[in-house]
Structure formats: C-alpha cells, structure tokens
C-alpha cells in the first residue's frame, strides 16, 4: 500500500512563497506521473501541475510562470515550489501519484494567501 504524505503548507502574504513536498511510503514501482491538484473552496478539484516520464511537465494556465514542480531521483518525493502567490490560490492542495492503473492521493494541505 502505498501513502502519500504532503508538507510545506501554511499561511502567506500575497507576492510570498512556499514550497510542497510530497513523500511516498511502501513498496511501490516508479510512479508514471507525480502531480499537484488543488480544491478551491465550492470549488471542483482542478489541475495544478503534474511531471511524467522524463521529466515533461504540465501546469494549469493559473499558475504557469509562477508555480514549478519538480521531484527527487528516486521518484520518493514531489515538490511544488509556488512563487508570487495570489489570495486566489488559496486552497487545499493534494498530491497525486499514478503506479500503475491506480491513482494514490495525499490528504491535502492547506494553502492560505493573504491579500
């Protein structure tokens, strides 16, 4: 069984900074792609940014020029580095791992931006 376990969210102002991490536990093969989803408030859960295979990385048109994933070697652990956040990128943000045909999520960690 594989468990996701995300890091680095917290409250910020406006302009600031943060960085996710999230970090694998169990046996498991190499995830095919690693990612970032977050869920707005009455909101649906949308795309953040995901990374697959060699490295070719996707974002979400709301964060692209501001957001950056990357991961380890190992594949343990995703990041998210968030830069000039906005108070609409509040949120709670989960990580999303595919091994296989399965799709394994984080509990999510909260994201505040402050205006």
């Known amino acids: 069984q594989v468990q996701l376990v995300e890091s680095g969210g917290g409250l910020v102002q406006a302009g600031g900074s943060l960085r996710l991490s999230c970090t694998g536990s169990g046996r498991y093969i190499s995830p095919s792609a690693m990612g970032w989803y977050r869920q707005l408030p009455e909101k649906q859960r949308e795309l953040v940014a995901t990374?697959?295979?060699?490295?070719?990385?996707n974002y979400g048109d709301s964060v692209k020029g501001r957001f950056t994933i990357s991961r380890d070697r190992a594949m343990k652990t995703v990041y998210l580095k968030m830069d000039s956040l906005k108070p609409e990128d509040t949120a709670i943000y989960y990580c999303?791992?595919?091994?296989?045909?399965?799709?394994?999520w984080g509990q999510g960690t909260q994201v505040t931006v402050s205006s």
């Open positions: 999303n791992w595919k091994i296989g045909s399965v799709n394994y």
């Open positions: 990374i697959v295979g060699g490295g070719i990385t």
